[in-house]
C-alpha cells in the first residue's frame, strides 16, 4: 500500500484562473494518494462558492469554511489540525492557491524523505509572472540561498525553506502544534515547522526545482535578490529612507523565545543556545560569523538584528532614566511643601 499524504490548501478570495491551475497540477500529480483539506480563511460568498465549483468532481478535495479570519500563519495551523484526525496519513504538504506544482512534486519529495531518512525535504521553485512566463529558473540561487548550510542555528537567523516546496512526516505534528500565538504576524508557518524539523532530526533539500512559484502583486511573502547579504540589507535601508527600528530584533527575539519554550517541552532535546545567542544580544556577531563562515549568506540580516537590539536596550535605559527622573522630581516637590 503506496503512503498517503495530507495536502494543506490555504485560500483567501483568490484569484480564480490562479487557483483553477493549482488545483489541477494537483490534481496531475504522479503519486495519487493524497488527500488536500483546502481551508478557506473567510473569503468573500461568491469566492466560496466558485471554489466549491472549481473541486467539485473530485472527492480528495475536502473544503473547510470558516467565519472568522485568522489570516495565512493560523490558516495553516487550522489545516494541520484537520490532519491530526487522519492516522492513516505519513507526510503533509503546504499548497499556496495560485502556484503550479510539476507532476512529479510529490513523488520526488516522498522518495527524497524517505531516502534520506528526513523530517522534512524541501526543493527549489521556478519562478514566473502572472502571465506564466518563468522569471527566473531557480529561486534559491536568485536569493543566494545554501540550505545545505542549515543548522537549527543559522535557520533561526534566516528561513531558507519555502513552505509550499516543503513535504514532512506526520510524526512532527505533535511538536508542531499548536503554533506559538502571534497577534501580529511576525513569522510565517514553514520557518517555525522547519525550526522544529531541524531541532529533531534531519532536513533534506532537493536542488531540482518542482513548482512553480507566482509572483505577482498580490503576493502574501515575495523574493529579494542576494536576500540578507550585508550589500543587500544596507541598499534596502537606504531605499526606505535610513529608517531605524527594533522590528526585526523583536521578531526574531519572540521567534526564538517561542521555540526555546516549546523545546523545553521535551526533555530529550538538546538546547544548543546559550542566553545570549537566545536573546541576539552579543551573541548574534558570533552567529554573523558563522554565517559568514560557512556561506550562509544572512551576516546582513544578523546585523540589522543586532542593531534592533541595541536600539531595544538603549529604549529601556531610556525609559527607566525617566522614571527614576519622575520620581525624583516628585520626591523634591513633596519636600519643598
Aim: aromatic share 12%.
Amino acid at each position: 500500500m503506496t503512503e498517503k499524504i495530507a495536502i494543506v490548501l490555504a485560500t483567501y478570495n483568490p484569484n480564480l484562473e490562479y487557483f483553477q491551475k493549482q488545483i489541477q497540477s494537483i490534481k496531475n500529480q504522479s503519486w495519487q494518494n493524497w488527500i488536500c483539506h483546502l481551508v478557506d480563511d473567510c473569503s468573500k460568498p461568491e469566492y466560496q462558492a466558485e471554489i466549491q465549483n472549481i473541486i467539485r468532481n473530485d472527492g480528495r478535495f475536502i473544503c473547510h469554511f470558516h467565519e472568522q479570519n485568522l489570516q495565512h500563519y493560523h490558516n495553516f495551523e487550522r489545516g494541520l489540525q484537520y490532519c491530526t484526525q487522519d492516522p492513516t496519513i505519513t507526510a503533509i504538504a503546504f499548497a499556496d492557491q495560485d502556484d503550479v506544482w510539476t507532476v512529479d512534486k510529490l513523488t520526488i519529495s516522498l522518495e527524497k524523505l524517505r531516502s534520506q531518512q528526513a523530517l522534512l525535504v524541501h526543493s527549489d521553485l521556478q519562478l514566473i509572472d502572472g502571465e506564466d512566463k518563468i522569471i527566473n529558473a531557480s529561486a534559491w540561487d536568485f536569493e543566494g540561498r545554501k540550505p545545505e548550510k542549515v543548522t537549527p542555528e543559522l535557520l533561526l537567523l534566516r528561513n531558507v525553506v519555502t513552505g509550499c516546496s516543503l513535504l514532512f512526516c506526520s510524526s512532527l505534528l505533535p511538536h508542531i502544534l499548536p503554533f506559538p500565538p502571534q497577534t501580529t504576524i511576525g513569522w510565517h508557518h514553514d520557518w517555525w515547522v522547519a525550526l522544529i524539523a531541524a531541532q529533531r532530526g534531519n532536513i533534506a533539500h532537493i536542488r531540482q526545482p518542482l513548482l512553480y512559484y507566482r509572483l505577482h502583486g498580490a503576493n502574501t511573502v515575495g523574493l529579494m535578490t542576494d536576500y540578507g547579504k550585508l550589500y543587500r540589507e544596507l541598499i534596502v535601508w537606504c531605499q526606505k529612507k535610513f529608517p531605524i527600528t527594533n522590528n526585526s530584533y523583536l521578531i526574531h527575539s519572540h521567534l526564538s523565545q517561542a521555540f526555546q519554550a516549546r523545546e523545553q517541552l521535551d526533555t530529550n532535546w538538546f538546547n544548543p543556545f546559550d542566553e545570549q545567542r537566545l536573546d541576539f544580544g552579543v551573541g548574534i556577531i558570533n552567529l554573523c560569523y558563522k554565517s559568514m563562515k560557512v556561506g550562509y549568506g544572512s551576516e546582513g540580516i544578523g546585523l540589522r538584528i543586532w542593531f534592533g537590539k541595541v536600539l531595544f536596550d538603549l529604549n529601556r535605559v531610556r525609559q527607566r532614566l525617566s522614571q527614576i527622573l519622575n520620581k525624583f522630581s516628585v520626591k523634591q516637590q513633596n519636600i519643598s511643601k
